[in-house]
């Protein structure tokens, strides 16, 4: 795998100094904020505040909804709320149901089963559904390209809303029902992920009936759970969203996230957007991938402690179920991804396979090779398939330049599912391999990591480290701040976590900072005691009761500049090409 590319944006010193002026923050910060695209110092505040925040009258038509809503909540009709087997599905099932009961409404759930219903809303699900009394199905986190199953509900005599926010069909065609989506509404924030859309519906409902809306704050646990767990841009409405969502889970009162953050060994007072994306999340997904999807749902529902521990427990023994299958199957997939040799695309298939857990392992291997993955779990008659992408390549596009291949595919540009025939598998992969030779170029194809300060090791200390805090949460368009270290060597390597990590100190400056490095078998990326450039993220490290600086070393390289050229490639150069040490 090639050594990512460092890049270093222009960073004029005459905006980084306004922001030091104007916003009292460190040299460090102000070069994060101007490298960032927050040169303006209202700009800046504002984004540090995360406080943005619209109306869900923003929607356009929610009010064919909410009308809708009210009238079947009124006459004690049947709503079934109907959503997905993934945290972002069950988290808008949830919060939907929650509201909509608070006002009196007779509400039942329905989660899809990932192997015996599939993705999404079907015509077999509807006639269930109308067979067990359903007047009104309101849709969560899918169903925006379910056009014929939305008119099957509409024939069997049910009214329908749909909630969504994937992509529509290519064919331009939508359902024919009230529609509440970030896009398609003109909402502000187009990118808010299924909770969040479910959230401000139930909050236009409440507004309806002379409610507050701000009582339902206290579902911000779920829409932060969620939001994190679907990956979208942290910036805008979503940040604070999040903020505010992870204030909600410290002092959540709902038995399941309580029992939940338990047995994943985190702390309330300490939870953070790493909590809700590595250990809560992959939880409430095993549900849906290996076992009865509705579990996650039950736990966060369920009104009772001693419930709530018991399904704490069975998901996360499925999480360890989880992790056991993909670890055998990312090492299968990387057999065979080193038999294709050198390709723009991979697409991986095989018998045994878990349909449940392939999208995992095809993220994992888009990240370690930086290119497209789509992995197929094969079975009789045909596959299901997960993929994943890079920044450069939009995946459903791709998918959509293969559809003569495809049973079924849906999803967004850096995630997508598939079903397929078999004997189609071999074609489908020549076609989507193809379609990524015309769309991606040589420079698409190298991992950059981007650069959003250059810092001496005086500056490494607990103020910079807290500091820095205050541009979380972090995640996709918001990623983690990556800290160049200039004049730096490491030194007092020692092995740590069964040989797995690396604990080390940084020399930078006549200072030394605590530095660590995952996943390197115990070894460092450069010789002791030599000239380095290194990328690290900064972070304060509570253990113990203590609570100190450290550094998580991400890339390091030889030195091939002078230092004091580093400061001055950062400013005038827009990229610096560097190799790692093997």
């Given at each position: 795998?090639?050594?990512?590319?460092?890049?270093?944006?222009?960073?004029?010193?005459?905006?980084?100094?306004?922001?030091?002026?104007?916003?009292?923050?460190?040299g460090?910060?102000g070069?994060?904020?101007?490298?960032?695209?927050?040169?303006?110092?209202?700009?800046?505040?504002?984004?540090?505040?995360?406080?943005e925040?619209?109306s869900?009258?923003?929607?356009d038509?929610?009010?064919e909804?909410?009308?809708?809503?009210?009238?079947?909540?009124?006459?004690?009709?049947?709503?079934?709320?109907?959503?997905?087997?993934?945290v972002?599905?069950?988290?808008?099932?949830?919060?939907?149901?929650r509201?909509?009961?608070r006002l009196?409404?007779?509400?039942?759930?329905f989660?899809?089963?990932?192997a015996?219903?599939?993705?999404?809303?079907?015509?077999?699900?509807?006639?269930?559904?109308?067979?067990?009394?359903?007047?009104?199905?309101?849709?969560?986190?899918?169903?925006?390209?379910?056009?014929?199953?939305?008119d099957?509900?509409?024939?069997?005599g049910?009214?329908?809303?749909?909630?969504?926010?994937?992509?529509?069909?290519?064919?331009?065609?939508?359902?024919?029902?009230?529609?509440?989506?970030?896009?398609?509404?003109g909402?502000?924030?187009?990118?808010?992920?299924?909770?969040?859309?479910?959230?401000?519906?139930?909050?236009?409902?409440?507004?309806?009936?002379?409610?507050?809306?701000?009582?339902?704050?206290?579902?911000?646990?779920?829409?932060?759970?969620?939001?994190v767990?679907?990956?979208v841009?942290?910036?805008?409405?979503?940040?604070?969203?999040?903020?505010?969502?992870?204030?909600?889970?410290?002092?959540?009162?709902?038995?399941?996230?309580?029992?939940?953050?338990?047995?994943?060994?985190v702390?309330?007072?300490?939870?953070?957007?790493r909590?809700?994306?590595?250990?809560?999340?992959?939880?409430?997904?095993?549900?849906?991938?290996?076992?009865?999807?509705?579990?996650?749902?039950?736990?966060?529902?369920?009104?009772?402690?001693?419930?709530?521990?018991?399904?704490?427990?069975?998901?996360?023994?499925a999480?360890?179920?989880?992790?056991?299958?993909?670890?055998?199957?990312?090492?299968?997939?990387?057999?065979?991804?080193?038999?294709?040799?050198?390709?723009?695309?991979?697409?991986?298939?095989?018998e045994?396979?878990?349909?449940?857990?392939?999208?995992?392992?095809?993220?994992?291997?888009?990240?370690?090779?930086?290119?497209?993955?789509?992995?197929?779990?094969?079975?009789e008659?045909?596959?299901?398939?997960?993929?994943r992408?890079?920044?450069g390549?939009?995946?459903?596009?791709?998918?959509?330049?293969?559809?003569e291949?495809?049973?079924?595919?849906?999803?967004?540009?850096?995630?997508?599912?598939?079903?397929?025939?078999?004997?189609?598998?071999?074609?489908?992969?020549?076609?989507?391999?193809?379609?990524a030779?015309?769309?991606?170029?040589?420079?698409?194809?190298?991992?950059?990591?981007?650069?959003?300060a250059?810092?001496?090791?005086?500056?490494?200390?607990?103020?910079?480290?807290?500091?820095?805090?205050?541009?979380?949460?972090?995640?996709?368009?918001?990623?983690?701040?990556?800290?160049?270290?200039?004049?730096?060597?490491?030194?007092?390597?020692r092995?740590?976590?069964?040989?797995?990590h690396?604990?080390?100190?940084?020399?930078s400056?006549?200072?030394?900072?605590?530095?660590?490095?995952?996943?390197?078998?115990?070894?460092?990326?450069?010789?002791?005691?030599?000239?380095?450039?290194?990328?690290?993220?900064?972070?304060?490290?509570?253990?113990?009761?203590?609570?100190?600086?450290?550094?998580?070393?991400?890339?390091?390289?030889?030195?091939?500049?002078?230092?004091?050229?580093?400061?001055?490639?950062?400013?005038?150069?827009?990229?610096?090409?560097?190799?790692?040490l093997?």
């Amino acid at each position: 795998m090639q050594a990512p590319r460092f890049e270093i944006p222009a960073c004029p010193a005459a905006d980084v100094q306004r922001l030091v002026r104007d916003l009292r923050v460190s040299g460090a910060l102000g070069q994060v904020l101007v490298r960032r695209g927050l040169s303006d110092p209202g700009r800046a505040q504002a984004f540090l505040a995360a406080s943005e925040e619209h109306s869900a009258s923003a929607f356009d038509g929610i009010d064919e909804a909410v009308t809708l809503v009210l009238e079947h909540v009124r006459d004690a009709q049947r709503i079934t709320v109907h959503g997905d087997y993934d945290v972002d599905g069950v988290c808008s099932t949830a919060v939907l149901a929650r509201a909509l009961r608070r006002l009196g409404g007779d509400v039942d759930t329905f989660i899809p089963d990932r192997a015996g219903d599939g993705y999404g809303l079907s015509e077999d699900t509807v006639r269930r559904l109308a067979a067990r009394g359903t007047r009104l199905l309101i849709t969560v986190d899918c169903a925006i390209t379910a056009v014929e199953a939305v008119d099957a509900a509409t024939q069997l005599g049910m009214r329908i809303i749909v909630t969504d926010h994937h992509a529509p069909r290519d064919d331009g065609m939508l359902p024919r029902a009230p529609i509440v989506h970030p896009v398609l509404c003109g909402y502000p924030c187009a990118d808010l992920c299924a909770t969040a859309v479910a959230y401000k519906l139930a909050q236009a409902v409440w507004h309806g009936v002379g409610r507050d809306a701000r009582e339902l704050s206290e579902d911000l646990d779920l829409v932060a759970l969620a939001t994190v767990a679907d990956a979208v841009p942290l910036v805008g409405e979503n940040r604070s969203l999040v903020r505010r969502g992870l204030q909600a889970l410290a002092a959540t009162r709902k038995p399941g996230l309580q029992a939940l953050m338990s047995v994943a060994g985190v702390s309330p007072g300490a939870i953070g957007e790493r909590s809700l994306g590595f250990a809560l999340a992959p939880r409430l997904n095993a549900a849906g991938r290996l076992h009865r999807a509705d579990a996650a749902l039950e736990l966060i529902l369920t009104d009772s402690q001693a419930r709530a521990c018991e399904v704490a427990a069975e998901l996360d023994r499925a999480n360890c179920e989880r992790r056991q299958l993909e670890r055998r199957i990312l090492f299968q997939a990387e057999a065979k991804l080193a038999e294709q040799g050198e390709r723009m695309a991979y697409v991986l298939a095989a018998e045994g396979w878990h349909a449940g857990v392939i999208g995992i392992v095809a993220s994992r291997l888009s990240e370690r090779h930086h290119r497209p993955v789509v992995l197929i779990a094969l079975g009789e008659g045909g596959g299901k398939g997960s993929g994943r992408s890079i920044e450069g390549f939009d995946l459903l596009a791709g998918l959509s330049a293969c559809a003569e291949h495809l049973l079924r595919f849906g999803g967004h540009r850096a995630a997508a599912g598939i079903e397929i025939e078999r004997d189609r598998v071999e074609p489908f992969a020549a076609a989507l391999c193809a379609h990524a030779e015309h769309a991606l170029a040589a420079a698409d194809m190298v991992a950059v990591e981007r650069v959003d300060a250059v810092v001496g090791g005086d500056e490494l200390g607990m103020e910079l480290a807290e500091e820095l805090r205050s541009l979380a949460p972090f995640g996709r368009a918001n990623p983690a701040v990556s800290l160049m270290v200039s004049e730096a060597s490491f030194h007092d390597c020692r092995p740590m976590g069964e040989g797995k990590h690396a604990r080390f100190s940084v020399h930078s400056r006549g200072s030394r900072t605590r530095a660590v490095a995952f996943g390197t078998g115990g070894r460092l990326p450069a010789h002791e005691g030599v000239p380095v450039q290194a990328t690290f993220a900064l972070e304060v490290n509570e253990w113990a009761g203590m609570a100190e600086p450290r550094l998580v070393l991400r890339h390091a390289c030889p030195a091939p500049l002078e230092p004091a050229a580093i400061g001055a490639a950062a400013e005038q150069q827009d990229e610096l090409v560097l190799f790692a040490l093997p």
